[in-house]
């Protein structure tokens, strides 16, 4: 299960007792900010597409959307999602726990600049009611992530920093 192959993971950097295992499912951004009592934007969605034949992760604020031109000029492709299927075989995790941690070898993981009001932040750890409380230094750290990105649009510029 993937939730064990995250928690694993942060076992390494003694992060374990900082994942949630909720009571409902936290598998869409209102669920999740239900669940975990926080704002929708707040919810670090792990969003996976398709480029150039392989996985690519974007890590983005809940109340952010992809800003389809942006995104190919990151890119340059036309954004893809990856079927549910798609996302367990090549990044490892199913749709509604996809999250940047732990995820299958060579799959690269952005960070939108969506996330940067934030403080702390809640992504996935690899299930549909899994999540962990991170600051975007911490995200940074343990999503491995590449490089931070301006791939989306619709999300309030405020937040908590």
């Known amino acids: 299960m993937a939730i064990e192959r995250v928690k694993a ?80 075989a090549l990044v490892g995790h199913a749709v509604g726990g996809v999250c940047p941690f732990a995820v299958n070898e060579g799959v690269p993981v952005y960070l939108d600049v969506s996330l940067k009001r934030f403080e702390t932040v809640f992504p996935a750890c690899g299930s549909s009611n899994s999540a962990i409380e991170l600051t975007i230094s911490e995200l940074e750290t343990y999503s491995g992530y590449v490089e931070w990105v301006d791939v989306c649009k619709g999300y309030s510029d405020s937040g908590n920093r």
């Not at 993971?9 to 007792?17: A, K, S, V």
């Not at 009571?23 to 670090?44: D, G, K």
């Not at 969003?47 to 109340?63: K, R, T």
Request: a negative charge; one cysteine or more.
């Open 9 to 88: 993971y942060f076992r390494q950097y003694g992060m374990e007792q900082k994942i949630q295992e909720l009571a409902v499912s936290s598998a869409t951004v209102e669920l999740a900010a239900e669940a975990l009592h926080c704002e929708p934007q707040r919810i670090a969605k792990t969003l996976s597409f398709m480029v150039d034949g392989h996985a690519v992760l974007v890590v983005a604020a809940g109340d952010a959307k992809i800003d389809n031109s942006k995104y190919k000029a990151q890119f340059g492709t036309k954004a893809k999602m990856l079927s549910p299927d798609e996302a367990e």
